[in-house]
T-cell receptor, first 113, second 111 residues
């Protein structure tokens, strides 16, 4: 199957700082990428859908000014968590779609202290 | 009514037996169906996709789709302890960009 990478895999930051997470489709071009968040023992929650070259579409309840998404190319999307707080600590997972299927990156575990 | 429904389990199956996971969906015109496996603390991994009525086999996995009954299932033959995970059913509604996930079924294979 197709490969999606994410960097970093883990990050610890202080409250009030910003963190950028990169998501790359390694062997295919992804016109659409997705960002999910998952808290322990809970279901995946879609945060936003991003299409290359256009603004991301955020799900209801997700603050677009706090979670900045940039889909600058067909192989790269970034999520920036601005002014992070402890409640933002979670597992962030990106996903990219080929023509037919959707693949997930390995995830980034964010801890805000 | 949830769009994609799965029994949350846990489902316990003895090693070597067949594990049967079921999923129903509400959007009658959905065309694409997927099964993901998610180990604890890891991201989901695509294991099967199915688009046409009938069975699709890949190794020990068989996906079954019945569009008339709006039902998709996953069979795992010769279950192994390493198959213990949460299995997510996902449906792509026609014309939609985003997958709709079920809540997942937690499967435990007992040695």
């Amino acid at each position: 199957g197709a490969v999606v990478s994410q960097h970093p895999s883990r990050v610890i930051c202080k409250s009030g700082t910003s963190v950028k997470i990169e998501c790359r489709s390694l062997d295919f071009q992804a016109t659409t990428m997705f960002w999910y968040r998952q808290f322990p023992k809970q279901s995946l929650m879609l945060m936003a859908t991003s299409n290359e070259g256009s603004k991301a579409t955020y799900e209801q309840g997700v603050e677009k000014d706090k979670f900045l998404i940039n889909h600058a190319s067909l192989t790269l999307s970034t999520l920036t968590v601005t002014s992070a707080h402890p409640e933002d600590s979670s597992f962030y997972i990106c996903s990219a779609r080929t023509v037919y299927e959707q693949y997930f990156g390995p995830g980034t575990r964010l801890t805000v202290t | 009514q949830k769009e994609v429904e799965q029994n949350s389990g846990p489902l316990s199956v003895p090693e070597g037996a067949i594990a049967s996971l079921n999923c129903t969906y509400s959007d009658r015109v959905s065309q694409s169906f997927f099964w993901y496996r998610q180990y604890s603390g890891k991201s989901p991994e695509l294991i099967m996709s199915i688009y046409s009525n009938g069975d699709k086999e890949d190794g020990r996995f068989t996906a079954q789709l019945n569009k008339a009954s709006q039902y998709v299932s996953l069979l795992i033959r010769d279950s192994q302890p390493s198959d213990s995970a949460t299995y997510l059913c996902a449906v792509l509604p026609q014309g939609a960009q985003k997958l709709v996930f079920g809540q997942g079924t937690r499967l435990t294979i007992n040695p």
